[in-house]
């Protein structure tokens, strides 16, 4: 059925709770936990963010005018590229001079769509977008069909002094004299699967051999970054961190091992349109799976790293659905509506970010535009921001505050394959005087009244409460009806045991500034 449920009957719980404990916290919330992803991948790029500076749409130095500026509005962290897979065949060099005289080349997904890599987005081009949005790149660099100098002359030719090497004097003929100063390096991508085909053994070994030679150049800024498992896949993981832990020094440190979560793969029921409430909550389950996902994981690499030096980077986490249910039609790969539901687990997965700070250093949702739990569609003269969008623009003031541990009384949900799923998440953090709590109301057809408490301190002062719900959760954002879904907003004054009410399948981020 198309969802025949009641319209959201104002039917109520008993109440919720939420105590708020100011005495105890994990550490920062790392502003790179809301990191975004942008590979060659589909309608990404092209015509995504890039429409070139001839183009009628109205663009900034080639880039989508309007997709610039709203993602500036929401201070995104970091911003990783150029892959994903597409990284697996990339040569950095073809994307560098005149983009007339760059290359075209077979791109990595043309088994799947046909499409050729123009190369009219290289380096330079990407350094360009991430001024502009505020962002610091993420390098996801070819491990697999290079050698380890062809890495570590990117490096030099990004970041060195001006001047410095030939490749820096290269840089500024190409239009930028001063060094980028990219501190994110991911020596690899997925290298279980389209990456090589490696097993955990060969993979640290050949990031050990990529990064030793990285020592003749200014490390001490650089931020590495290992590949790491594919979902829960623990065994790779510990024979990963056992092969890089035997070794009895490392030229460079490494920053980070990544690892990557989808909820959808391999779920071909998980359409859009779900069917039933028994679809809504499968994925919501999935989505939640999160949290024992990370914490498996650093179980795991606790045998190996057991101060923790080493960040969990989840550089790429989101829902993926069928394709075909966008805009295009399917013209652009893995292009994918996104509704309510994509919100909840937007809002879920961020909240366990948050409660997850002190282990989890970097997070980036896949993808920016036209993919799979895009923040954009975009396409021609046409631009939408989807409901997921709202969800970053409510939680971006935990951004560098220091979070602060919940606890949360609601009703909860059994299934037979995964943890308890509570249907009321959360996450509160304070900065500068302000506290954040952002809370998802993740009951289907239940609205909540949610009280909410302090200890140690008090939930007193005055703020805003921004409630993101519709009365049909189906309901996605479109180019014909681009606010279908949107975040309404009231001033508040609030008490500490007061209560706010949240309607089912909704998101809210309430700030106060505290008494």
Not at 145 to 155: C, K, Q
Not at 296 to 310: G, N, P, T, V
Not at 390 to 402: I, L
């Amino acid at each position: 059925m198309r969802h025949e449920r009641k319209k959201k009957k104002e039917c109520f719980q008993d109440m919720d709770q939420i105590v708020i404990d100011f005495t105890r916290s994990r550490g920062i919330v790392s502003p790179e936990l809301y990191g975004h992803f942008s590979e060659h991948i589909g309608g990404v790029f092209y015509d995504g963010l890039w429409v070139g500076e001839d183009s009628p749409v109205e663009n900034i130095h080639g880039f989508r005018k309007a997709l610039v500026d709203s993602f500036k509005k929401i201070a995104p962290p970091v911003l990783r590229w150029p892959g994903g897979c597409f990284a697996e065949t990339y040569d950095w060099r073809d994307g560098i001079g005149p983009r007339e005289s760059r290359p075209t080349r077979v791109n990595w997904w043309y088994y799947h769509d046909h499409r050729m890599e123009s190369n009219q987005v290289g380096t330079h081009e990407f350094m360009d977008l991430c001024r502009l949005v505020g962002a610091e790149p993420y390098i996801a660099a070819n491990m697999t069909a290079t050698t380890p100098l062809h890495i570590r002359n990117w490096i030099e030719y990004c970041n060195f002094p001006r001047n410095a090497t030939t490749l820096t004097r290269e840089r500024a003929a190409n239009g930028d004299a001063e060094p980028f100063g990219v501190r994110y390096w991911g020596i690899g991508n997925e290298n279980w699967g389209g990456g090589g085909q490696m097993s955990p053994e060969m993979c640290a070994r050949e990031y050990i051999r990529y990064t030793t030679i990285f020592r003749s150049l200014d490390t001490s800024s650089l931020r590495l970054i290992l590949c790491g498992a594919n979902g829960r896949d623990l065994d790779w993981t510990r024979r990963l961190m056992k092969e890089w832990a035997d070794r009895p020094w490392h030229e460079v440190p490494t920053w980070g091992v990544s690892f990557h979560y989808y909820t959808d793969w391999g779920h071909g029921h998980d359409e859009l349109a779900f069917k039933d409430e028994e679809q809504w909550y499968d994925e919501l389950f999935r989505a939640d799976r999160m949290r024992e996902v990370i914490d498996a994981h650093r179980l795991m690499m606790d045998e190996f790293d057991l101060q923790r030096k080493l960040k969990m980077v989840v550089d790429e986490w989101g829902n993926w659905h069928v394709e075909g249910t966008g805009p295009s039609k399917g013209c652009n790969l893995f292009e994918q509506q996104s509704n309510l539901r994509d919100a909840a687990v937007a809002a879920l997965t961020l909240n366990i970010f948050n409660n997850r700070c002190d282990v989890v250093g970097m997070a980036n949702l896949a993808q920016l535009v036209n993919n799979l739990h895009s923040l954009y569609l975009a396409g021609g003269g046409n631009f939408v921001e989807t409901p997921n969008y709202h969800v970053f623009a409510m939680y971006k003031g935990h951004q560098g505050g220091r979070q602060l541990e919940t606890n949360v009384s609601a009703r909860t949900l059994e299934h037979e394959r995964y943890d308890p799923l509570s249907t009321l998440s959360c996450s509160a953090s304070v900065k500068d005087g302000a506290l954040t709590v952002t809370l998802a109301n993740l009951d289907l057809t239940t609205a909540k009244d949610v009280r909410l408490a302090g200890l140690g301190g008090a939930v007193t002062g005055k703020g805003q409460l921004t409630i993101l719900s519709h009365a049909d959760p189906l309901t996605c954002n479109t180019f014909e009806q681009p606010d279908a879904v949107a975040p309404v907003t009231a001033d508040i004054d609030f008490a500490d045991g007061g209560s706010i009410r949240l309607p089912a399948a909704s998101v809210a981020a309430l700030t106060i500034k505290l008494a």
